[in-house]
């Protein structure tokens, strides 16, 4: 398994590292690439923040006009997909879990709730992805929950709760 370097932030460089297997090695968690990639930085991420003090995560993801999602959802009436939020929180719980030491593919379990209340358009300019850990178990069951936020321009436009994601080992 390559050296991992437990850091607080982390750049787009690392998070391209993480998709291509390189940062937690080989059948450890990895983000998707691009297109599917939610963020392009990580600007916090700690054991000991968010509500419940059991860890946050904090992610941002840059918005242009030209985002591949905007030409297909929907032609005339552009806006991100709400799903593509929710990946994007699953894909952070999925970092946090190796981050924090644990191994396996990180696979999404399920969410306990989601709420709408804005979207986000061309024009916006920044997408900010916050969780607060709640429980994270590391024993032979390695599972992440987590509730989160995404922000658009600093305004909250999703919110979900009981996010899961589990870490899986190959037989």
């Not at 599917?36 to 941002?60: H, P, Q, V």
Request: contains cysteine.
């Amino acid at each position: 398994m390559p050296s991992f370097e437990k850091k607080n932030q982390y750049s787009y460089d690392d998070l391209i590292s993480c998709a291509q297997g390189e940062m937690y090695g080989p059948g450890n968690p990895q983000l998707p690439m691009p297109p599917m990639l939610m963020m392009d930085r990580i600007t916090e991420i700690n054991d000991n923040g968010g509500s419940a003090g059991k860890g946050e995560i904090i992610a941002e993801f840059d918005i242009n006009p030209d985002k591949w999602f905007f030409e297909c959802h929907f032609p005339g009436d552009p806006v991100m997909p709400g799903c593509l939020g929710m990946d994007g929180l699953w894909q952070l719980v999925g970092f946090y879990l190796g981050w924090a030491g644990g191994t396996g593919r990180g696979r999404a379990i399920s969410v306990g709730s989601v709420r709408f209340s804005g979207q986000i358009q061309p024009q916006h300019k920044l997408v900010t992805f916050k969780l607060d850990i709640k429980r994270l178990i590391m024993r032979k069951l390695i599972l992440g929950i987590a509730d989160g936020q995404v922000l658009c321009d600093g305004e909250v436009v999703f919110e979900a709760e009981d996010i899961r994601v589990g870490l899986f080992k190959d037989d």
